[in-house]
Each structure stands twice: as structure tokens, then as C-alpha cells.
């Protein structure tokens, strides 16, 4: 694919970026930094939301993480796909858990896969999402937890501009235990 945009320079990038820049070693993530560099302001306030719906929610970092990674795999962006948080890995989230998102979810919660087929609708078409799949969410979530998804689901698919602008990221796999 040809270059959407152009990176920011990493010399070039405002200094609470730079920060974060050089805080990781990631470079997919670098390249995220570089182009969301463009509108550092917008950036900045898009940034404390995401880090708010995903941090400090009342979902928990295990059925976050799930979540995340299920409207990655819509989005098909490898640096959404590629990470994964040390919380929800110490949580119990294994690549086999991963690996059931888009098949069979036998090691799931009944909360989690009704999140998860929340999120896979939410992100991929959004008007077939059912009476059935809402009536999960119900049993499940409370009003708040319910909203908290829906706006996680929304934040996570800046993946598909990632995707656009070709960035890319080597697989980072939960270690085995």
C-alpha cells in the first residue's frame, strides 16, 4: 500500500510525546506516536478517554484485554493485535482464550463471550447486533459496564485508521505458563 502520511520525525515530536516515544520499545506503537503526532492536541484528549474507558472501568482487565483484542481482529491492525497487557496475562488471559474470540469460546466466562460477540457486531456491523446478544449484556453487566463497553468498542477502532496509515507490528504472544 502506498504511504498514507507521513511519520513525525521522533526529533520533531512535541516533548509529552517524545516521552512517551521513547518510553517504549515498541515500534508499532513508536509509529502510532509518530502519526497521531499530526494533531498532538487531538491526540492528547483522545488519549486520556481510551486510557480511562480501558484502565479505569468496571469490566476488569482479563474481559478488557478480550474485548480489545476482539475489535483488533475486526480492524485487522497488528499493532492492536500484537500487545498484551501484563494485568490481564496475570489475570488469566492465555493465547488459547485469545485463539477462541473468533471460534468456539469454551474457556471463556458466559460474560466474557457476550461481551466478546458484543464487541465483533459492535465493530463489524453494528445494526445486526440482536434482542439476544443485548439480553446477554443484560444478564451480565450492569447500565455502567454495559456503556463502558460500548465506548470501549469505539475507542479500540482507531485500529482501523492504524490499519490505513500501514502501521505494523511483530506478534508479542502471551508467554506460556
Known amino acids: 500500500m502506498a504511504e498514507f502520511m507521513p511519520l513525525v520525525e521522533p526529533e520533531e515530536l512535541p516533548e509529552d510525546l517524545r516521552r512517551q516515544w521513547d518510553a517504549t520499545e515498541r515500534e508499532g506503537l513508536r509509529d502510532f506516536l509518530r502519526l497521531m503526532a499530526h494533531a498532538p ?10 486510557a480511562s474507558a480501558r484502565f479505569d472501568n468496571h469490566l476488569g482487565v482479563r474481559l478488557t484485554e478480550l474485548v480489545r483484542i476482539a475489535v483488533a481482529q475486526t480492524t485487522r491492525c497488528p499493532v492492536c ?4 497487557h501484563g494485568a490481564a496475562v496475570s489475570a488469566g488471559l492465555t493465547e488459547e482464550l485469545v485463539g477462541e474470540i473468533g471460534g468456539e469460546r469454551r474457556c471463556m466466562t458466559e460474560a466474557e463471550a457476550a461481551a466478546v460477540a458484543f464487541a465483533q457486531r459492535f465493530a463489524t456491523d453494528h445494526l ?3 434482542d439476544e446478544q443485548t439480553a446477554a449484556l443484560r444478564e451480565h453487566f450492569d447500565p455502567q459496564q454495559v456503556v463502558e463497553l ?4 469505539v475507542f479500540c ?4 485508521f492504524s490499519m490505513l496509515a500501514g502501521l505494523q507490528e511483530q506478534s508479542c504472544p502471551v508467554p506460556a505458563r
Open 128 to 130: 445486526s447486533i440482536t
Open 157 to 160: 477502532l482507531v485500529g482501523r
Open 41 to 50: 492536541e487531538q491526540f492528547r484528549l483522545f488519549n486520556a478517554a481510551y
Open 81 to 84: 493485535m500484537a500487545g498484551r
Open 150 to 153: 460500548a465506548l470501549l468498542c
